[in-house]
């Protein structure tokens, strides 16, 4: 960090300070780590990418089968992180008030005239855990995600501002379909990544039940406040990005969709995508993968991200946007083994 030339320096920040500021991010992130890892075992790609959504100002859905700490794991960023924490458990008779809020009919005490009053929702939080997404009906998912994409709420005709930072980790459960409503594609894309949880290693299972049977109880101290993560969003606005790698990301992202020409009619894009592929991710995708692989550069001690940083954060953030049709359903095909064979050519 001390040899970086007077050329980088005068691109990330004009007096030093956004030098000053990106180690401290490191410095901020390594310790925030080692405070998770007193808890959780493994799973460090998906904390990496946690933490690469948060700073980018993103939402994650977090995939897995019970059992593989995702609760846990929310919790443990909420408590290594100084802000206002908030579980909303889905089920199918929740309502939007129930995540909004509510208005009730009070009388004052002093005139004895009545009047409403807002009782804020448990979304008026910063770190917002919505614990089986999926097991709520769209209407009230609908409350969630409109927050997510506006950062306020509107009640009565009044909108309310949500407290910066606002992050929002859902949870969904891949292997129980009854009694499920699947989020639509649409509100999909409102996620920056889409994080599938997979089973521990031999090895760290061993440690989990070793620790988890114990008495042991650790101890977690606090990193980052909410104005300290604020700040680092901003500054991973201020990292500079190098044309070709906007393009490749541009390039990578319009690869996934199944083009036609208007002229001919004939295909424009790779013969697979036009076979294996309905509908593929927006312009969305290719803000996500800069922006994450921004933060990506920042938090390995790099003031510029590369090719490879897009490569890196291709599969959380376009799993979710491509959507297949019945040909790779016929052959076993997912979107994962279509951005695998994109990222490869």
Not at 36 to 65: P, S, T
Not at 67 to 91: E, M, Y
Not at 239 to 263: F, M
């Amino acid at each position: 960090m001390a040899n970086i030339s007077t050329e980088v320096t005068s691109r990330v920040g004009t007096n030093g300070r956004d030098v000053e500021a990106a180690a401290e991010l490191v410095r901020k992130y390594q310790q925030m780590r080692r405070e998770i890892a007193k808890v959780i075992i493994g799973q460090d790609a998906v904390i990496n990418e946690l933490m690469i959504a948060l700073l980018a100002r993103g939402h994650c859905l977090l995939v897995g089968v019970p059992g593989l700490a995702k609760t846990l794991l929310i919790r443990t960023v909420s408590s290594v992180l100084d802000l206002n924490f908030s579980r909303i458990q889905f089920t199918p008779d929740l309502m939007p008030s129930d995540i909004t809020g509510t208005e009730i009919l009070e009388q004052n005490l002093s005139t004895g005239a009545k009047e409403f009053r807002f009782i804020r929702g448990p979304i008026f939080a910063n770190i917002i855990l919505a614990d089986e997404i999926n097991r709520t009906p769209p209407k009230t998912q609908a409350a969630l995600l409109e927050a997510m994409q506006e950062h306020h709420v509107t009640a009565a005709n009044v909108t309310y501002t949500l407290t910066e930072p606002f992050f929002v980790l859902a949870t969904q459960n891949p292997i129980e379909q009854e009694g499920t409503y699947p989020l639509p594609e649409a509100q999909l894309d409102r996620f920056m990544f889409n994080l599938w949880l997979d089973y521990p290693s031999e090895k760290e299972e061993i440690e989990i039940v070793r620790t988890t049977t114990s008495s042991y109880a650790a101890g977690l101290s606090k990193v980052m406040s909410g104005a300290e993560i604020c700040a680092f969003q901003d500054l991973v606005r201020t990292v500079p990005v190098a044309d070709n790698v906007i393009e490749y990301a541009v390039r990578l992202v319009s690869k996934t969709r199944s083009k036609k020409s208007r002229s001919t009619g004939a295909p424009t894009s790779a013969d697979f995508v036009s076979k294996y592929v309905s509908y593929g991710a927006g312009p969305r995708a290719s803000q996500y993968l800069v922006l994450g692989a921004k933060v990506s550069a920042l938090l390995d001690g790099r003031y510029t991200p590369s090719i490879d940083d897009i490569r890196a954060l291709a599969l959380p953030v376009l799993r979710h946007r491509i959507i297949t049709n019945f040909n790779a359903e016929a052959e076993g095909l997912t979107s994962v083994d279509i951005i695998e064979r994109l990222v490869k050519e």
